[in-house]
């Protein structure tokens, strides 16, 4: 009887969730492992010859190019996320403790906002704010502080780290402030009753049970940046180029397409192990979620 | 409180950390109004020139008909999908769970220009024409784990008695579906909508790739960017972009705050 029941619960969610499944087969997972096969083909002219080969592999992995570009998105990614989501824990810190109940849906309303405006033009206008003749330009020189634009604000490594920062801001925001909304008030209560100083209660039982929240944020933040093909277009001038603009030269302008795919598929698995390594690092952390 | 005797710094930190996020899009009003055609300070005068330039621009309108061609139809096609996902992954206890709705909502965590590339190389491959429906079906793709999140929200929070009771008093499993849970999980339904839409309309790495010679407001103002002549109507529209937005956003906030309400939740979270 119970195990009819489960036949038939099973079935009946398979059959449900069977047309979203199916169109993410097609539309992702098929695409993906073509992709994954390409990278293991010979490049031809014109065509992609069906010959294996690793030589691929060994090209992604010698050419010094591609390593600095591969090094260049991995770090700015790093410190994207780093910035982003230690920007982001006070905020979301303030909204889950400081502010009235009543009022914490229109915080978060204010804090997405800028997110959900045309992020190509919310990129350029950091173009607009840091360009030679931009506003910290103009400002500056208009009141007499600097004869000279500066130019080390634009098309740099920094400017990059900014706009990314910006960009991703919410993203960091809400992960954490869902985890600190979960923390029972009385823990920290009891931490101050137990005679331990506002410090040392957040250092020792708020953090803790802020880490999924964090570790998530950092995920989210990590990943799309590590991809992000606008940015380096945009701010960087087309001189600063990260992965993504890489694997896109190598599959269109070169017509590379298993140099390119190789490319993403080396991307994609360092983005995958970084991700595993952080998780595991962070175990101890996400062990007692529910 | 004690809690809130120490917040003074915070609450600082927190309206210089608002400033951050708004600085750019305060810039875009001042720039859109303003008369003069370099984008720098000193404003010159105001103006609503670009305003009529950005309306009489036909490449720009055309943009416009594709982007929300795109748009509605792939936040219905998301929207109706992530209806059977949420519903599914809620009500029902399945094999291979996590991994279906893993694959189903990786889009989520995955590199866009992945989704983008891996899904030109096949379309290619198979000699099909680029077109408005291929960017139809890649921003389906990515809209729906953010449709999903908010509907299973939705879906979740439903008391399951209520269908039992619509069971018990003669329905059938469809309408009881369609007179009972689809009224009480309608304002999901409608913010997955909006935030479908919304996504779609920005989207930008999947329309450049996969649109074949159709403009979409994003590809069409990244062409754009290059011509600093361009730029004043360039910010024209993104004013008009985030007028546009703020008000679908509270739109949306709105049904999923009368939802909540009817189904007895909070005012918090949201959007996520």
Same mark, same amino acid.
């Given at each position: $009887? *119970? ?25 992702? #997972?098929?695409?993906?492992? %073509? ?17 294996? %080969? ?15 570009? $591969? ?16 920007? *982001? ?16 849906? $229109?915080?978060?309303?204010?804090? %997405? ?65 869902? *985890? ?18 506002? #410090? ?43 992965? #993504? ?7 269109? #302008? ?12 080396? *991307? ?23 | ?48 020139? =670009?305003?009529?330039?950005? =309306? ?117 499993? =469809? ?98």
């Amino acid at each position: $009887m *119970a195990r009819a029941r489960f036949d038939a619960e099973a079935r009946a969610g398979l059959t449900l969730i069977s047309p979203p499944f199916f169109y993410a087969l097609v539309i992702l #997972a098929a695409p993906v492992l %073509t992709i994954l096969t390409y990278s293991f083909l010979t490049d031809g002219y014109l065509e992609v010859l069906r010959e294996f %080969t690793l030589d691929n592999y060994r090209e992604v992995l010698s050419d010094p190019i591609v390593r600095v570009v $591969m090094t260049r998105s991995l770090v700015v990614a790093g410190i994207v996320t780093f910035a982003t989501v230690a920007l *982001a824990f006070p905020i979301a810190y303030y909204v889950s403790f400081m502010v009235r109940p009543e009022r914490k849906a $229109m915080w978060l309303f204010l804090i %997405t906002i800028p997110f959900w405006t045309s992020y190509l033009i919310r990129v350029f206008l950091w173009k607009v704010i840091l360009g030679y003749n931009g506003v910290i330009n103009s400002s500056l020189t208009g009141l007499g502080i600097i004869d000279e634009p500066l130019t080390f604000i634009l098309y740099n490594v920094n400017s990059i780290v900014l706009t990314l920062a910006h960009a991703y801001a919410p993203f960091a925001i809400l992960p954490i402030f869902v *985890a600190l909304e979960k923390i029972d008030r009385s823990l920290l209560e009891a931490g101050r009753d137990l005679g331990e100083s506002r #410090a040392m209660t957040f250092w020792r039982v708020t953090l803790p049970l802020t880490m999924p929240g964090v570790v998530a944020a950092s995920l989210i933040v990590f990943i799309p940046t590590i991809g992000d093909y606008v940015t380096p277009e945009v701010i960087g001038g087309g001189k600063i180029p990260m992965i #993504a603009n890489m694997i896109q030269v190598q599959m269109l #302008a070169l017509d590379n397409r298993p140099l390119g795919s190789a490319l993403a598929v080396t *991307a994609m698995l360092a983005v995958a192990v970084i991700s595993v390594i952080f998780l595991f690092l962070n175990r101890r952390f996400l062990r007692t979620r529910q | 409180m004690s809690i809130h005797s120490n917040g003074r710094g915070l609450q600082i930190y927190a309206v210089a950390y608002l400033l951050f996020l708004y600085a750019p899009i305060v810039l875009l009003p001042l720039f859109a109004f303003n008369s003069g055609t370099i984008i720098a300070f000193p404003l010159q005068g105001f103006s609503l020139q =670009w305003f009529d330039e950005m =309306w009489g621009n036909a490449t720009l309108r055309r943009a416009l008909t594709n982007s929300l061609t795109i748009a509605v139809a792939s936040s219905v096609l998301a929207t109706c999908l992530g209806i059977f996902a949420a519903r599914a992954s809620t009500r029902f206890e399945f094999p291979m769970k996590g991994g279906i709705m893993g694959l189903i909502m990786l889009p989520m965590v995955l590199p866009e220009i992945i989704v983008a590339m891996s899904l030109l190389v096949v379309l290619l491959g198979m000699g099909v024409q680029l077109s408005l429906l291929t960017v139809i079906l890649g921003h389906t793709l990515i809209a729906m784990p953010y449709g999903i999140a908010i509907l299973s929200t939705a879906f979740s929070s439903l008391d399951r008695s209520l269908e039992e009771a619509a069971y018990d008093l003669g329905e059938t499993k =469809w309408s009881a579906f369609r007179l009972v849970t689809l009224p009480l999980v309608m304002p999901g339904i409608i913010s997955s909508l909006l935030i479908s839409f919304t996504i779609s309309l920005d989207e930008f790495i999947i329309a450049f790739f996969l649109a074949g010679n159709e403009p979409t407001l994003p590809t069409y103002i990244f062409s754009q960017l290059r011509f600093p002549r361009a730029i004043p109507v360039i910010m024209a529209l993104g004013t008009v972009l985030v007028v546009l937005s703020i008000v679908l956003l509270a739109i949306g906030e709105y049904f999923r705050r009368r939802g909540n309400a009817r189904i007895g939740g909070s005012a918090t979270g949201g959007l996520m």
